[in-house]
């Protein structure tokens, strides 16, 4: 398996390596958990785990600086992104703490067999894979409905971000948790494919690679147990011929640049209405050149390192092999000359449909910009990919831009605004970015029993 460290992205030094859990350390973590859900704890009042949530939000916040150097230390995240993802992730606790009560409360249905409800139930003990880029978020939006609900959960965090995994576990042991309820693992891929083939595991969550999502997917449904996934994107950022173009712009390069790129919802290929095409390009290129590459500690560092050299050499390949298909280089397109693993703000354009990149994920900063005539042909460009997450419309005209947002085919659409992640929105996509949704209203009720009760009239 491959070793879990920590490896400082900006210094590519090595900072701690930590040893990988036994069969016998997971053995024992699967029964505790195991055993709580069978205990008082999972099966009694909502109301008991509750206000773990909350002191859990307390706990993010007042440690947030704490966490946010440890995030930006382990992958490469600009110090006040990692800030900003500690403030999400209080507001996600929180938000389970203050609606979970509501979300599953009986639903009652009309029957001409007398009275009828839907109760909510935990199922069992959950497994969670999550990834690097989001290294606090990725864990508390499974991990605090799974406590609402009843839940225990084993997570199964990146090996490249185990000091995160490490301070997520002991805080949420501190909000008051009991053993079992969330447990970090150091594991393989195997040693997750034995979990889900346990029959005290009923379910899997997975964030991450469409390769791990599709062998974590097979494994789920050859032993019958509830599978989410949230995978890769390729989303779309349009921009029509009546839009705000300066606005339009300055947010596209965030969008494309936050996180130096590796977001699964930044915008990625950006779909220009040619009678602004010109315009708009100028103003994004600017932005985009316009960085400051640097320390993630520094404030005045605009875009920090990839994650890892691994991250950084395949973003080199793929523009490579882009340019050598036929693909534009208008300006970028190698890794920076410099200490940390850094690649330059990219632009390509001319991508033709049987080159490679037309449906690939550039998981950093590369930005691809196709041009088109008219909305119809937004659309069909928009739904000719592989993936279906997110993808933003920038438009003068609501309705306009509404309608186009209803033709793409992806979980999400945002108008005027990059695609963001709030504790009450249902976050999620189709084809092969996933299925099943988190947070909001619908992500609570992915892994619960859904029990109808029916009292004979």
């Known amino acids: 398996m491959a070793a879990y460290s920590t490896i ?47 002191k859990l939000a307390d706990l993010l916040t007042e440690r947030s600086e704490t966490l946010a150097k440890a995030a930006s230390t382990e992958m490469g995240k600009l110090i006040q992104q990692s800030r900003d993802e500690l403030k999400i992730c209080a507001g996600i606790a929180r938000y389970y703490a203050e609606k979970a009560t509501e979300f599953l409360k009986p639903v009652p249905y009309e029957t001409s067999l007398g009275e009828a409800w839907v109760e909510h139930h935990p199922i069992g003990v959950l497994v969670a894979v999550e990834p690097w880029n989001f290294p606090f978020y990725q864990l508390v939006r499974v991990v605090a409905p799974a406590i609402a609900v009843g839940n225990p959960i084993l997570l199964k965090h990146s090996e490249i971000v185990p000091h995160c995994a490490e301070l997520f576990e002991a805080l949420v042991r501190e909000a008051g948790a009991p053993d079992g309820a969330c447990t970090n693992l150091y594991i393989s891929n195997q040693q997750v494919s034995d979990l889900i083939g346990d029959e005290r595991i009923q379910g899997v969550a997975l964030t991450g690679s469409e390769r791990a999502g599709s062998a974590v997917a097979s494994r ?89 050299k691994g991250a950084l050499d395949r973003l080199e390949k793929q523009v490579e092999a882009a340019v050598a298909k036929g693909a534009t280089l208008l300006f970028g397109g190698k890794a920076a000359d410099r200490q940390g693993y850094f690649y330059e703000p990219t632009i390509l354009t001319g991508i033709a449909r049987d080159n490679p990149a037309f449906y690939e994920e550039f998981f950093g900063p590369v930005a691809q910009v196709y041009v088109v005539g008219s909305d119809d042909e937004i659309v069909e460009l928009a739904n000719d990919s592989h993936f279906g997450l997110g993808g933003s419309v920038f438009a003068g005209d609501i309705s306009r831009a ?31 970015s996933g299925f099943g949704r988190e947070l909001g209203d619908l992500g609570i009720k992915e892994f619960v029993n859904k029990k109808l009760v029916v009292v004979a009239g």
């Open 8 to 54: 400082n992205p900006f210094t590519e030094q090595l900072v701690k390596t930590y040893p990988p859990h036994t069969p016998e350390h997971v053995e024992a973590a699967l029964a505790k958990a195991d055993a709580l859900y069978r205990s008082d704890w999972s099966r009694g009042p909502m109301a008991n785990r509750l206000p773990i949530l909350a």
């Open 220 to 308: 789920a449904s050859e032993k019958l147990k509830k599978s989410t996934l949230e995978l890769g994107g390729n989303d779309v950022f349009i921009v029509l011929d009546d839009a705000d173009i300066e606005k339009a712009a300055e947010v596209g390069a965030m969008a494309r640049l936050a996180n130096a790129g590796q977001v699964c919802t930044a915008a990625k290929r950006f779909v220009l209405h040619e009678a602004i095409a010109d315009r708009f390009l100028d103003a994004f290129s600017a932005w985009m050149k316009g960085v400051t590459l640097g320390d993630p500690l520094d404030p005045s560092t605009t875009l920090g390192p990839l994650s890892s």
């Open 402 to 432: 509404k309608a186009l947002a209803s033709r793409i085919e992806t979980g999400m659409v945002f108008i005027n605004t990059a695609t963001g992640s709030m504790p009450e929105l249902p976050f999620g996509g189709i084809k092969n």
